[in-house]
């Protein structure tokens, strides 16, 4: 335990693919329980392996962070199942942020993309989120496009929600690090 204090957070962290008995804690105890049905989407997607759910657990606290990977959808530009893949959801709990959590976490879902032979990675980050697109113009991602950022999606009492969110498309092509 003296040890396990002495580690750097980021070391504490196991990053990991979310178990179906994690989706609760991705609500973080109320503040994201509208998107309960998009999450249980997203999970029959990963269990068909389209997409994946990456989650970042302190042992002793639980689920602090999240990123879903979209491995094949409509939208080929995005995700095509082959060579482009795309990453949402991303959040790290606030006081988590700041420390490098997200950064490894980024790093071990390039990774993985790469062993599964994916060449590019896509995201939309929301224009008036200045810092996140820091964040990922620092791990190498470039702005492509613009995204009207329009969509929807069923909350937990099944009403539809529409999202009018304006974004950048990110993208950045993956290669092997050297060591
Ligand atoms: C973006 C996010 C996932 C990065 O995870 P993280 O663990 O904070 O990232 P790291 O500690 O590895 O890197 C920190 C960098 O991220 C950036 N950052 C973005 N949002 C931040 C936040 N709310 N708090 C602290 N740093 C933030 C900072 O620019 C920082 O760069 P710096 O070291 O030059 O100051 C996380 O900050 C987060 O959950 N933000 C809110 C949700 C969000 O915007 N998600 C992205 C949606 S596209």
Redesign the pocket.
């Known amino acids: 335990m003296e040890y396990l204090e002495k580690q750097p957070l980021t070391e504490q962290v196991i990053i990991r693919l979310l178990r179906g008995e994690d989706l609760p804690a991705l609500e973080w105890g109320g503040e994201y329980r509208h998107f309960r049905r998009l999450y249980a989407d997203i999970y029959r997607s990963a269990c068909q392996g389209k997409a994946l759910m990456w989650v970042a657990e302190l042992p002793d606290v639980g689920i602090i962070?999240q990123?879903f990977v979209q491995l094949s959808s409509g939208r080929r530009e995005l995700a095509d199942g082959v060579r482009r893949a795309y990453i949402?959801?991303?959040?790290?709990?606030?006081a988590?942020?700041?420390?490098?959590?997200?950064?490894?976490?980024?790093q071990i879902v390039e990774e993985d993309l790469l062993q599964r032979r994916f060449l590019f990675v896509t995201?939309?980050?929301?224009r008036e989120?200045v810092?996140?697109l820091?964040?990922?113009q620092?791990h190498s991602y470039q702005v492509v496009a613009e995204e009207a950022g329009e969509w929807s999606y069923l909350d937990d009492t099944g009403r539809r929600r529409e999202v009018h969110e304006p974004a950048w498309r990110m993208e950045k092509a993956l290669t092997q690090r050297q060591s």
């Open positions: 962070g990123v949402y959801g991303f959040r790290i709990q606030p988590y942020r700041g420390v490098g959590i997200g950064g490894r976490m980024l995201l939309n980050v929301a989120n810092a996140a820091r964040f990922y620092q």
